[in-house]
C-alpha cells in the first residue's frame, strides 16, 4: 500500500492528502482505489449530505466556482442516496449561509468578555 494518497472532493474540488490508518480506513469505506478516487467528498460535504442538503446547494453553500465541473449525474445520486435522509430546501443562500454560520458567532460569557477587554483590548 503507498504510504499516502492524494484525493480529490468530487464535490468542491479541493484535494487532501491521507496516510497510514485513516487512508486504511477511508478504502475500506469505499471498497478499493478506484472508488475513492471516483466518489470521495470531504467530511464537510459528507455532514451537509446527512442534514439532506442536495451536491448544488452544498456547492453554493461552500462557494465553489460555477464553472468547476459537477461530478457525473451516477455520482450525485449514488451520494445523495447513501447520505441524505430528508431533503432540506434552500431557496434564500444568503439566509441558509447565516443559518449555518450563526453558531460560530455566540457571545462569550461575561468573565471571557471582561478579561478580552482589560487584558487583550486595553481601553484607553
Known amino acids: 500500500m503507498n504510504k499516502s494518497k492524494k484525493v480529490t472532493c468530487v464535490v468542491t474540488g479541493k ?7 485513516y487512508l486504511e480506513k477511508l478504502l475500506k469505506e469505499y471498497g478499493d482505489d478506484s472508488n475513492l478516487q471516483k466518489m470521495y467528498v470531504s467530511k464537510e460535504v459528507k455532514a451537509f449530505l446527512k442534514k439532506g442538503y442536495k451536491i448544488n446547494d452544498i456547492r ?12 457525473p449525474k451516477e455520482v450525485i445520486q449514488k451520494l445523495e442516496e447513501e447520505y441524505q435522509k430528508t431533503p432540506v430546501k434552500v431557496n434564500d443562500t444568503s439566509s441558509a449561509v447565516n443559518l449555518l454560520t450563526s453558531f460560530t458567532f455566540n457571545k462569550s460569557d461575561e468573565d471571557v468578555e471582561s478579561f478580552i477587554n ?7
Open 118 to 124: 482589560n487584558h487583550i483590548i486595553k481601553s484607553k
Open 15 to 21: 484535494s487532501a492528502t491521507f496516510a497510514g490508518d
Open 60 to 71: 453554493k453553500l461552500l462557494n465553489v466556482p460555477e464553472d468547476d465541473d459537477l461530478p
